[in-house]
Structure formats: C-alpha cells, structure tokens
C-alpha cells in the first residue's frame, strides 16, 4: 500500500521569500516520488520526478526536492518565491504493484504576496 | 502545452443523463489514465489503460466505463449522471505503464450536472 500526506492545505510566502512544501509518503516498496504543478484552469504538469541515486532532485522553475528516507519525506524548496509560482502542487508517489499505479496527495495551494 | 488533448472543455447535463469525455494521449504513448477532481475529494485515480487493455481500476463508480480503441484514443462514459458527479475529469498519457513514467495530463473536462 502506497500512500502521500501533504502538510498544509495553503500556504502563503512574500515575493522572494523561501518557499518550503511539505510532503510524506508510505510506501511498501523503493517509491518513485513525483512533484506536479497545477496552474488555475490548467491540467497538472511535472515539476520533478525522484527514481533512485541522488537524494537531492532539480526540476523546472528553480524548484527542487530532497528524498530523505529515514523521515519518508519529499519535501518542495525553491529559495526565492516568484508571483508566477502561485499555484496548487501535488506530492505523488508510485511504486506500488505491477502497474503504474500513482497516489497523489490533497495538494497545496500555494500563495505569493507582492 | 502537454500534447495530450481532451473534448470537450465544457459540457453542462441534467441528472440521469450519460456522457463521454474524449482523450487523445501524446503521440507515441500507449497509456492513457483517467482522473477525476473534486473540491471535496480531491484528485482520484479512476482507471489505466495501456495499450488497448484495462491495467488498473482506481475509485471508478460502476456508472462509469472507459475504453481505449486501437488509435490509442480513449473515452470515458458517465452514466446516470448525479450532482456529486460534478468535478474537473483529467486524462493522462504515458509511454508506458511503468512505475516511474511520468504522466502528462490534459487540461481536462469540466463536467456541469444540474
């Protein structure tokens, strides 16, 4: 069984401030980690993605994730908000069975005040 | 833009009626997941398909069938439609079924039931 918590269903930082997203997942198995990024009136969209290797994963937009095992946490960082970062993100997790089955977390939505 | 497209943007029933929501995946990739998202429930795995075959169900009411035909494409059915019915309804693609391909997903239907 696979699973993903998001903490904080809102979260708002000033322009240039840190933005820091929490995500812990539950997984049986070694998970893939996955970020997505959903605009207003938009589908999801892939931030970034975590296999195997490198605990520390880059994606698009400046954003980044640190894979930290002993705390099952994949948590979202970029260190300078910009007001075109506001927008709801999701934590996702797979590794589950034999198919590709993807948990998505309840998202957060992300706000940035000028 | 995704490459995966979704038809139509907007559809407004009643309730009891029947719908289908079109998707065509990314050229290239042979699978194709539906979602569904709610402002209470949040997103929700409905179901796989990878090749022509069903992969894997997800939270998929028995009033809800899909299909994916041999040009890939695929559709997904709603029957005796309800107000709860009413929500975002995603489409995804992938290359393959695997657990760590990324998904890229359409910019979805919004489903009106009055």
Not at chain 2, 24 to 34: E, I
Not at chain 2, 75 to 81: P, V
Not at chain 2, 85 to 110: E, H, I, K, N
């Amino acid at each position: 069984a696979q699973s993903v918590t998001q903490l904080g269903s809102h979260v708002s930082v000033s322009e240039g401030a840190l933005v820091l997203l929490r995500c812990n997942y539950s997984s049986s198995v070694p998970p893939y980690l996955f970020w997505y990024v959903q605009y207003p009136n938009q589908g999801l969209q892939l931030l970034l993605k975590y296999t195997t290797g490198a605990t520390l994963v880059k994606g698009i937009n400046g954003f980044e994730a640190e894979f930290k095992k002993s705390e099952t946490s994949f948590h979202l960082t970029k260190p300078s908000a910009h007001m075109s970062d506001a927008a709801e993100y999701f934590c996702a997790v797979s590794g589950g069975g034999g198919y590709q089955k993807v948990t998505f977390g309840t998202g957060t939505k992300l706000q940035v005040i000028p | 833009d995704s490459g995966v497209t979704q038809t139509p943007k907007h559809l407004i029933t009643a309730t009891g009626q029947r719908v289908t929501l079109r998707c065509s995946p990314r050229s290239g990739d042979l699978s194709v997941y539906w979602y569904q998202q709610s402002l209470d429930q949040g997103l929700q795995f409905l179901i796989q398909y990878y090749n022509g075959e069903e992969r894997a169900k997800g939270n998929i009411l028995e009033r809800f069938s899909a299909q994916q035909f041999p040009d890939l494409h695929s559709e997904l059915n709603l029957s005796s439609l309800e107000l709860g019915d009413s929500a975002l309804y995603f489409c995804a693609s992938s290359p393959d079924p695997g657990q760590g391909s990324v998904q890229f997903f359409g910019p979805g239907t919004r489903l009106t039931v009055l």
